[in-house]
């Protein structure tokens, strides 16, 4: 029920997505197809911060050329096509993106959640502005603990607290919806700092999401697993209104929607299932997405929304999908190096002509 009120909350607040959010339910329940339901763009790995966990530590290539403006526009019309209603633009830093204005009007903003990720140590007001202006819905920001200290030390950037709390004021002050998102980690789950940090969320307005550690790039070497105590913290956390993961937002089941519902795109064009899976299924300068997608659901178990993050908390996924980055020159790894099953046939997904995924079973 908590999730269901949690879930209503995006079209009353967003009302320019329902007409398409109407369209991928009726395609789901009447046609048995598959939609996509939100994407992370990176458009770029620069970024002024050295966080001790980068997820994107290794998935810079400093001679690789970016995708330009108007490639990304090809695949945002292609996404809107296939009924994505969230667009993340993400990094490093898509601020510092110089033609970020033009990317958020190709996610089309009407019609569409469009969202930036920040670490927030650029923000000012005209970049609140700006963002406000092009059409931006909602603005997440990192925050790794309540402690100003210990977040600047996890940020490797003095000053980075003062900088959250002021770009927090100032999206807001525009009607930007502010989102934290923050790492559980045993130490802030035992010395209390999470709590905390969920209490300052509230006395902010400001919607947290509470993301395990995942054990990618420069945090390659933690160990996986989530402890049962930490986990069922999470669980408990969950119960707070303002309080959120993202297997809160898919459209049937809670749980993890990595590839079924959701997709990553490096600014090189590489697809990926999430932000810390550094699998690629194929790069949108050779084959279009919905080719791409329509592979990455037909193998396992991309096929179907799963219990939790299988990054931080399922070893036997992380043997299978991650550990062969350890060895690898260049990440992200290809799905071909892994060597994964496809799903079985009567849960594969066979794409209409039109671009539309239809479900081989139904
Ligand atoms: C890669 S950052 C890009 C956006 C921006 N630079 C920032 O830090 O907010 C996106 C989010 O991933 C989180 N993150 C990075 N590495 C992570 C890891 N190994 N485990 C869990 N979350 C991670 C960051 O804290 C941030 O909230
Ligand atoms: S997590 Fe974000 S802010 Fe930190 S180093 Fe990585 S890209 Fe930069
Ligand atoms: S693998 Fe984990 S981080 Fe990635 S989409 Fe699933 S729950 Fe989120």
């Known amino acids: 029920m908590g999730r269901i009120l949690k879930h209503l909350k995006y079209p009353v607040r967003y009302p320019g997505i329902i007409p398409r959010a109407a369209e991928n339910y009726f395609r789901m329940m009447v046609l048995g197809q598959k939609r996509l339901r939100a994407v992370e763009f990176a458009v770029n790995y620069v970024c002024q911060c050295q966080c001790a966990h980068c997820s994107v530590e ?3 290539q400093k001679r690789r050329p970016l995708l330009d403006t108007a490639q990304i526009s090809r695949v945002l019309d292609e996404l809107h096509d296939m009924g994505v209603m969230n667009v993340n633009f993400t990094g490093g830093e898509a601020i510092l993106r110089p033609d970020l204005r033009e990317l958020v009007r190709a996610a089309r903003p009407r019609s569409t959640v469009v969202s930036v990720a920040t670490a927030a140590t650029m923000v000012d007001a005209k970049i609140a502005d700006d ?3 092009w059409g931006v819905r909602i603005v997440t920001i990192s925050l790794d603990s309540a402690d100003a200290e210990t977040h600047d030390r996890s940020r490797r ?6 900088k959250v709390m002021n770009a927090t004021r100032l999206f807001q002050e525009r009607g930007i919806d502010v989102f934290w998102c923050t790492i559980l980690t045993d130490e802030n789950a035992i010395n209390g700092d999470m709590l905390r940090l969920v209490d300052r969320a509230e ?3 400001v919607t947290l999401t509470i993301n395990f550690s995942c054990p990618v790039g420069a945090w390659h070497e933690q160990p996986v697993g989530v402890a049962p105590e930490l986990k069922v913290l999470h669980r408990e956390l969950m119960q707070r209104e303002h309080v959120r993961w993202e297997g809160h937002s898919n459209y ?6 990595a590839g079924i519902e ?6 090189y064009g590489e697809v990926m299932p999430c932000p810390f899976i550094h699998v690629t299924f194929g790069n949108v300068l050779q084959r279009p997405v919905t080719d791409i997608w329509k592979e990455m659901t037909g193998t396992e178990p991309f096929h179907e929304v799963q219990e939790g993050c299988p990054v931080a908390e399922n070893p036997t996924f992380f043997v299978q999908y991650l550990s062969p980055l350890k060895t690898a020159e260049v990440h992200p790894v290809s799905i071909e190096q892994i060597g994964a099953k496809p799903t079985p046939i009567s849960a594969t997904t066979a794409l209409c002509a039109d671009g539309v995924a239809e479900s081989a079973s139904a």
């Not at 049937?252 to 929607?257: I, N, S, V």
């Open 262 to 267: 959701k997709l990553y795109i490096s600014p």
């Open 58 to 60: 290794f998935l810079g």
């Open 203 to 205: 006395e902010w307005g």
């Open 157 to 162: 950037h003095p000053g980075s607290y003062d």
């Open 131 to 133: 963002l406000r202006d």
């Open 252 to 257: 049937h089941k809670e749980g993890c929607p």
